[in-house]
């Protein structure tokens, strides 16, 4: 029983690729995230998704452009692939107003290490 | 830039109690304080998160001081599971927002 789960776990690419990040929450929630974790172990925010809009987007390069195509999904697809964007990805999910009032507790999944050659 | 500050790192014997402090001392009033840990290269893992009062759940307590401007995570009986990075995050209900600091390095010693 997966809560927050992202594929792939793994991701090696060439400099200039476009690739995609996909992640799902089975939890119900209203709000989902992306998170970076570079080299350095900062763990920093991306953007966040609430019911399907986007709410924050951190100065991130428009190379980085997130899609939810339901609440439960939050993908994170990336153009023209830099080494600089080597990192961990992490994706979240909080409940929002989903729960019995309201909550921030994210939860996260596994994370997807990206890896530009 | 995060609004907490830890030790960078701490020892702790198997079986006693881990001691980890964060100090937050420009907390506001609606803020609460967040506890997550990160085991080697795994997901940030909720712990536990209070606004004023003292918390406690079947993975550790939270002691809030009374001027909230610092806090202590402990865990009882700490195992060497336990080793990981521990985050103290402070945020407001409802920014959708976590800003994670550098945390605190547990190593829990055999």
């Known amino acids: 029983d997966t809560a927050v789960s992202q594929t792939p776990k793994y991701l090696v690419t060439q400099m200039g690729n476009d690739k995609s990040i996909k992640c799902e929450q089975n939890?119900?929630?209203?709000?989902m995230y992306w998170y970076k974790q570079d080299s350095k172990k900062f763990l920093k925010i991306m953007f966040s998704?609430?019911?399907?809009?986007?709410?924050i987007n951190e100065t991130v390069p428009n190379r980085f452009s997130p899609k939810s195509p339901d609440k439960a999904h939050l993908n994170l697809h990336i153009n023209s692939l830099e080494l600089g964007d080597s990192a961990v990805y992490f994706c979240a999910s909080s409940p929002g107003t989903s729960g019995r009032g309201f909550s921030d507790t994210q939860y996260f999944g596994p994370g997807t290490r990206l890896t530009v050659l | 830039d995060a609004k907490t500050t830890q030790p960078p790192s701490m020892d702790c014997a198997e079986g006693r109690a881990a001691n980890l402090p964060c100090n937050h001392s420009t907390i506001s009033g609606n803020e609460y304080v967040y506890w997550y840990r990160q085991i080697h290269s795994q997901g940030p893992q909720y712990i536990i998160h209070g606004l004023k009062n003292n918390e406690t759940n079947e993975m550790a307590s939270l002691i809030i001081t009374e001027d909230r401007k610092s806090s202590t995570l402990i865990l009882p009986h700490a195992t060497l599971r336990d080793t990981a990075v521990y985050y103290c995050?402070?945020?407001?209900?409802?920014?959708?927002?976590?800003?994670f600091g550098t945390g605190t390095r547990l190593k829990v010693l055999a």
């Open positions: 995050i402070v945020t407001t209900s409802g920014t959708y927002k976590y800003i």
């Open positions: 939890l119900g929630h209203d709000t």
């Open positions: 998704y609430n019911n399907k809009e986007l709410i």
